[in-house]
């Protein structure tokens, strides 16, 4: 009795210990390696970055309509619920992003009318999969999370256009004008 007693208690701990990794693993297959460094390289413009997922959202999308457009292949559904928690995780992470713009005045004006227009043609594609119990979940949450970016993204569409109406970014010198500069 006791023995078992140890067994458990050495069985929860791994599991303790190992949760964290395989979280991590979880959220790291949403990403290529490749992927992960252009979101590193576009960290320090904010508009890039947003237009950045766009595109990665996008490549998921196009294989959701890859999946339904060629003849079933076993394995569909799963790969349609993986996808559409690839959708999720990205779209999160983008209002994570855009939580962070708004108040910091990052210049997304750029950006912001072209989100919209995806978020409109994700839905289309979200919703055209037929019903499967495998993934309805996830596509429930992948539609909520893409309402929530479009609300978001409506909401700062003015915020932006009043922001910089009434603080008009600096415009850039041209290399003539500096080199005019006193020294």
């Given amino acids: 009795m006791r023995r ?11 599991l303790a210990l190992l949760a964290p990794c395989t979280l991590a693993q979880r959220s790291q297959a ?7 460094e252009q979101l ?5 413009i904010a508009n890039d970055r947003v237009m950045l997922f766009i595109k990665l959202i996008d490549v998921r999308i196009k294989f959701l309509e890859d999946l339904y457009a ?3 292949r076993p394995g569909r559904e799963q790969d349609t619920h993986d996808l559409m928690e ?3 995780s990205l779209s999160n992470e983008l209002s994570d992003n855009l939580d962070d713009y708004g108040p910091r005045h990052r210049d997304i004006r750029k950006a912001l009318p072209k989100l919209i227009e995806a978020t409109e043609r994700w839905a289309t594609v979200i919703k055209t999969p037929p019903d499967d119990s495998a993934y309805n979940v996830s596509r429930r949450i992948a539609l909520e999370s893409l309402q929530d970016l479009r609300d978001q993204s409506n909401e700062l569409i003015p915020e932006q256009k009043a922001w910089f109406i009434a603080h008009p970014p600096a415009k850039k010198q041209s ?8 020294r």
């Fill in 4 to 14: 078992l007693g140890l067994r458990l208690a050495l069985s929860l701990l791994t």
């Fill in 30 to 36: 949403t990403l290529s390696e490749g992927e992960i």
């Fill in 40 to 44: 590193r390289d576009s960290a320090y």
């Fill in 70 to 72: 060629k003849p079933r």
């Fill in 86 to 88: 690839q959708f999720s």
């Fill in 175 to 182: 290399p003539a004008e500096t080199d005019n500069a006193p």
